[in-house]
């Protein structure tokens, strides 16, 4: 059973241009979110997917952000004219819906905007 | 609406030491509650979680926490520290408005020192 994975693990891009990070849950976990996390803090909740649809988003999610889970499977969060202030690491978390619901973490995915 | 506080931001011990993390919880209803732990540059592990059933909740590595409805805490401890338990540790409660999102804690620094 393989866990949580992301990709890239790392981005730098300029401010203004548009990034995209993917996200691929365990097996037959039907929801999936997403947190940010800034340097010191502890990860704050963004959105989450339960199968393709988007159930809940954050106030922390301006209309730069976008996310996707379009086959229930995998999700997609794009940032759309990056701001320095963006630079954040990206995690996303995945669980099945029963009994408690534990989220399973990755490793996340380290976004710099300069 | 949950919230979590962690008091201290920096804990240090030596190897061998009771490591004791603090972990105070607001929430409006029963809670479930996890401990996690972020080694440099990587996402979260899950250490241990409460679900309602039994108040002394035993985790990986050593680490155990206890529940205590009448003090709105969940601390963690472990009887003996070593080298590999240095890392940030956070405490999370699950709540919003659907229930699901995971509110987290600004996190424990623990040094642990030869």
């Known amino acids: 059973d393989t866990g949580v994975s992301q990709d890239p693990r790392h981005k730098i891009t300029k401010r203004g241009q548009n990034v995209t990070f993917r996200c691929d849950p365990i097996s037959e976990h039907n929801r999936l979110y997403w947190y940010r996390q800034t340097l010191g803090q502890g990860p704050e909740f963004l959105t989450y997917?339960?199968?393709?649809?988007?159930?809940?988003k954050s106030r922390l999610l301006s209309d730069r952000f976008s996310a996707e889970r379009p086959k229930g499977s995998f999700s997609t969060l794009e940032i759309q004219r990056t701001e320095q202030g963006d630079s954040a690491m990206y995690l996303c978390a995945s669980s099945y819906l029963a009994g408690e619901e534990t989220q399973y973490f990755g490793p996340g995915t380290r976004l710099l905007v300069l | 609406a949950q919230s979590v506080t962690q008091l201290g931001s920096h804990v240090s011990v030596s190897e061998g030491a009771l490591v004791l993390l603090r972990c105070n919880y607001s929430?409006?209803?029963?809670?479930?509650l996890f401990w996690y732990v972020q080694y440099p540059n990587q996402g979260l592990q899950l250490l241990l979680k409460y679900t309602s059933a039994a108040t002394l909740v035993k985790g990986i590595n050593g680490f155990e926490a206890e529940f205590k409805k009448s003090e709105t805490s969940f601390h963690l401890t472990k009887p003996s520290a070593h080298m590999s338990d240095a890392a940030e540790y956070f405490c999370?409660?699950?709540?919003?408005?659907?229930?699901?999102?995971?509110?987290f804690g600004e996190g424990t620094q623990l040094t642990v020192n030869p």
């Open positions: 999370a409660v699950r709540g919003g408005t659907s229930g699901s999102r995971l509110t």
């Open positions: 997917f339960q199968n393709e649809a988007q159930l809940e």
């Open positions: 929430s409006s209803v029963p809670p479930y």
